[in-house]
């Protein structure tokens, strides 16, 4: 996995949208945070910043500040609403979906919106935390990140 700047933060590579808002999750960061196929995962939306979202678990989530949103919204934490409905709390959207066969999670376009993404874009998979896999949209790591033409593609 490189890391793209003195400093800077360990990137994936690019996990593009597909046009039916497939999104490919990279094996080594599978592996990292123990995300399996059926899982069920938690989408938090990024910053103003960056956009784009975070992709964790109710497990990871345990003991951080972020469990906050968990209790606050128990059918997200026992994955009983709506698959890919987001829920917005302060100003983040929320959802929930499942990892597929082959490591990808499918996001409706309604979802992708709510994230700010759209089919044919290409987000930089990034080691957030402990906590939670970054899907970055945009923001001075993606200026960084086109300077690398060697970080791989995931479609």
Not at 10 to 26: D, F, H, Q
Not at 76 to 93: C, D, H, I, S, Y
Request: proline share 6%; with cysteine; aromatic share 8%.
């Amino acid at each position: 996995m490189p890391l793209i700047a003195r400093g800077g933060k360990y990137v994936y590579g690019w996990s593009k949208v597909g046009e039916t808002g497939r999104i490919a999750i990279p094996k080594e960061a599978m592996d990292e945070y123990s995300l399996n196929e059926r899982d069920k995962v938690i989408l938090m939306s990024g910053s103003r910043r960056s956009a784009g979202f975070a992709l964790t678990t109710p497990d990871l989530l345990r003991g951080s500040p972020l469990s906050a949103v968990l209790r606050r919204f128990p059918r997200l934490r026992t994955f009983q609403m709506p698959e890919a409905r987001t829920v917005r709390l302060e100003g983040r959207a929320f959802c929930w979906t499942t990892i597929e066969e082959g490591g990808y999670i499918g996001l409706p376009e309604q979802t992708l919106r709510d994230y700010e993404i759209l089919p044919g874009d290409r987000l930089l998979t990034v080691r957030g935390s402990d906590l939670a896999l970054g899907f970055v949209l945009r923001g001075p790591i993606i200026d960084e990140a086109a300077l690398h033409p060697d970080l791989e593609v995931f479609e």
